[in-house]
C-alpha cells in the first residue's frame, strides 16, 4: 500500500514503506499500519490511488513520478514525461550504436561447407581473427597457384572440417564486404549522432540507426 502525506492541501512526501518507523512528531515514530485514523488524519496521511504510467520512449524523454494530486478527493499518483537534452539523449543513442554494432559485428556467423556438408560458426572475437588469419592463408594459396589445397578448422563446436582455399577465400571475402558495409554505416550513424544540434537532427539519426 502507497500513501501521501498532506499539509494543509499541499503534497509534502510520498511513504513508499507502509512497515518503516518515521517520526510523525516529538511523540509518535511508528509505521503508517501503527497509526489509528484519526492519527493519520492528523499527520495528513492519505492512501495514495495508483495509476498506469504513461508510455515514453526511453531515448527521447524521461518519465518520473511526481507529486501526488487531489483528483475528485482522492489523492492520486501523478507522473511527468519531459524531453531529454540533446546532450542526455546523444549520450544514450551513442551508448545503443555502440551495443548494436558489437552485436552485429559478433554474433554468431554461420558458413556452410560445401564439400561434405557441415557448417563452423564464429561466435566471438577470437574467431574474428581466426576469419582473417584463414583469409589471409587462402589468399596467400591462391597467390601461389595452389586454390585446391585444403585448410582445416578446428571450431569451437568440437571436430575438424576442411574447405578449399579458392573456396574459403570467396565465402570470407563476402563476409568482409558485409561487415564492410555495417562498419560504414555505423560509423556514418555514429557520426550523424554526435553532430546533430536539434531535435529533428537526432530523430533522423535514431531512424536510421534503428533501421540497421
Known amino acids: 500500500m502507497r500513501y501521501a502525506q498532506v499539509n494543509n492541501g499541499t503534497f509534502v512526501r510520498h511513504i513508499f514503506n507502509e512497515i518503516e518507523n518515521i517520526e510523525w512528531d516529538a511523540d509518535n515514530k511508528c509505521s503508517v499500519r501503527k497509526l489509528t485514523d484519526s492519527q493519520k488524519t492528523a499527520f495528513g496521511v492519505f492512501k495514495l490511488k495508483l495509476v498506469t504510467p504513461p508510455e515514453f520512449s526511453p531515448l ?64 566471438n572475437e577470437l574467431d574474428r581473427t581466426n576469419i582473417k588469419d584463414k583469409w589471409s592463408m587462402a589468399k596467400s594459396l591462391m597467390d601461389s597457384g595452389a586454390p585446391e589445397t585444403q585448410i582445416s578448422f578446428r571450431p569451437k563446436d568440437g571436430g575438424k572440417v576442411f574447405m578449399r582455399a579458392d573456396q574459403l577465400f570467396s565465402i570470407f571475402t563476402t563476409i568482409a564486404i558485409e561487415k564492410d558495409f555495417l562498419f560504414n554505416a555505423y560509423a556514418d550513424v555514429i557520426f550523424d549522432i554526435r553532430a546533430a544540434s536539434d531535435t529533428d537532427e537526432l530523430d533522423a539519426a535514431e531512424t536510421a540507426l534503428n533501421a540497421l
Open 60 to 123: 527521447s524523454q524521461v518519465r518520473e513520478e511526481g507529486d501526488a494530486v487531489l483528483i475528485g478527493g482522492v489523492w492520486t499518483q501523478n507522473w511527468t514525461v519531459t524531453s531529454l537534452s540533446i546532450d542526455a539523449r546523444q549520450t544514450l543513442l551513442l551508448e545503443k550504436a555502440k551495443k548494436q554494432k558489437n552485436a552485429a559485428f559478433y554474433s554468431n556467423v554461420t558458413i556452410p561447407f560445401p564439400s561434405d556438408d557441415k557448417e563452423i560458426h564464429f561466435r
